[in-house]
């Protein structure tokens, strides 16, 4: 009996260890097929954008940086991204500010109907931003705004104002009162409090706002195309443009100018902070907390 009992044992080892080997390779080979559909179109678009013919062909033919220089020799593309540039800066710059201010009424006052304000600000997720684009149109028109960069900012800023404001909220509420509450029996004014207490707190969220809102508004397109004027295109809008046209190398090379600038930012983002502060919410304060 107590033979048989071991022999039973030993034949589910493994069959054990057997099942644990598939799912095993079953997990690595999706996480593999994931990240090979997810780095397949980037491969394509700057292997192409080094090919030395006219025409567009992966692998490439031969090896050239001339359709990075024609990029750079076409002024309408070049104050296009000049323009993207700023207008990425300027509007994450806004949102941050404006999110953080809501976020400050919407968890540290009793404002009234504060769900119903919060979920009003972060409408335009739901919806499309072709929809969002034709009526922020009729809407200028109607109100007279002024073509070019103010019609750009207000639409932009409409359209990242749900991420930076959602993660402004979420950094927010992990601060606690308490430690405001302290530092005004210590005599510090709610100035200082906010500057040298909650701010620094809220630091890791605030970058993630920043850095979403400044690549959401930089890579805007649907939006862009409806409410750009002639002199006033983003870059991304004015490559949808050539490309409704005719597909050349050059707009492969300009593509990967657009991945450039939006690697740049994550990477400056991780030198600075890290993104595991920036995404996951975790600060100086709450690591030492957990140790």
Same mark, same amino acid.
């Given at each position: 009996?107590?033979?048989? +009992?071991?022999?039973?044992?030993?034949?589910?080892?493994? %069959?054990?260890?057997?099942?644990?080997?598939?799912?095993?390779?079953?997990?690595?080979?999706?996480?593999?097929?994931?990240?090979?559909?997810?780095?397949?179109?980037?491969?394509?678009?700057?292997?192409?954008?080094?090919?030395?013919?006219? #025409?567009?062909?992966?692998?490439?033919?031969?090896? #050239?940086?001339?359709?990075?220089?024609?990029?750079?020799?076409?002024?309408?593309?070049?104050?296009?991204? &000049? $323009? #993207?540039?700023?207008?990425?800066?300027?509007?994450? *710059?806004?949102?941050?500010?404006?999110?953080?201010?809501?976020?400050?009424?919407?968890?540290?006052?009793?404002?009234?109907?504060?769900?119903? *304000?919060?979920?009003?600000?972060?409408?335009?997720?739901?919806?499309?931003?072709?929809?969002?684009?034709?009526?922020?149109?009729?809407?200028?028109?109607?109100?007279?705004?002024?073509?070019?960069?103010?019609?750009?900012? @207000?639409?932009?800023?409409?359209?990242?104002?749900?991420?930076?404001?959602?993660?402004?909220?979420?950094?927010?509420?992990?601060?606690?009162?308490?430690?405001? $509450?302290?530092?005004?029996?210590?005599?510090? /004014? %709610?100035?200082? /409090?906010? %500057?040298?207490?909650?701010?620094?707190?809220?630091?890791? &969220?605030?970058?993630?706002?920043?850095? @979403?809102?400044? *690549?959401?508004?930089?890579?805007?397109?649907?939006?862009?195309?409806?409410?750009?004027?002639?002199?006033?295109?983003?870059?991304?809008?004015?490559?949808?443009?050539?490309? /409704?046209?005719?597909?050349?190398?050059?707009?492969?090379?300009?593509? +990967? +100018?657009?991945?450039?600038?939006?690697?740049?930012? +994550?990477?400056?983002?991780?030198?600075?902070?890290?993104?595991?502060?920036?995404?996951?919410?975790?600060?100086?304060?709450?690591?030492?907390?957990?140790?």
């Amino acid at each position: 009996m107590t033979l048989a +009992v071991r022999s039973h044992k030993t034949a589910t080892v493994p %069959r054990a260890s057997a099942v644990g080997y598939v799912d095993n390779v079953a997990r690595r080979l999706g996480v593999g097929l994931v990240v090979l559909f997810s780095l397949a179109p980037i491969v394509v678009v700057l292997a192409a954008s080094f090919t030395s013919t006219q #025409s567009v062909a992966f692998p490439p033919d031969g090896f #050239s940086f001339r359709w990075y220089q024609d990029f750079l020799d076409t002024p309408q593309l070049t104050s296009a991204l &000049g $323009l #993207s540039l700023l207008l990425a800066i300027a509007s994450s *710059i806004c949102v941050v500010v404006l999110s953080a201010m809501a976020a400050f009424a919407l968890v540290r006052y009793p404002v009234p109907r504060a769900d119903a *304000i919060q979920s009003f600000l972060l409408s335009p997720l739901f919806v499309p931003h072709v929809l969002l684009g034709l009526g922020m149109l009729v809407l200028f028109n109607q109100l007279q705004v002024p073509a070019g960069m103010s019609r750009l900012l @207000l639409a932009h800023l409409v359209i990242t104002i749900p991420f930076a404001l959602r993660m402004c909220l979420t950094s927010l509420l992990g601060v606690k009162p308490s430690l405001e $509450l302290a530092a005004a029996s210590l005599g510090a /004014s %709610r100035a200082t /409090s906010l %500057r040298r207490i909650t701010l620094p707190l809220m630091r890791p &969220g605030l970058l993630a706002a920043l850095m @979403l809102s400044f *690549i959401i508004s930089f890579d805007e397109v649907p939006m862009s195309v409806f409410i750009s004027s002639p002199g006033q295109t983003t870059f991304p809008a004015l490559l949808y443009t050539y490309a /409704s046209d005719r597909t050349t190398p050059m707009l492969y090379a300009a593509s +990967v +100018v657009l991945l450039i600038v939006s690697a740049l930012v +994550v990477t400056v983002v991780q030198r600075r902070v890290g993104l595991d502060q920036v995404f996951l919410g975790t600060s100086q304060h709450s690591k030492s907390e957990r140790r």
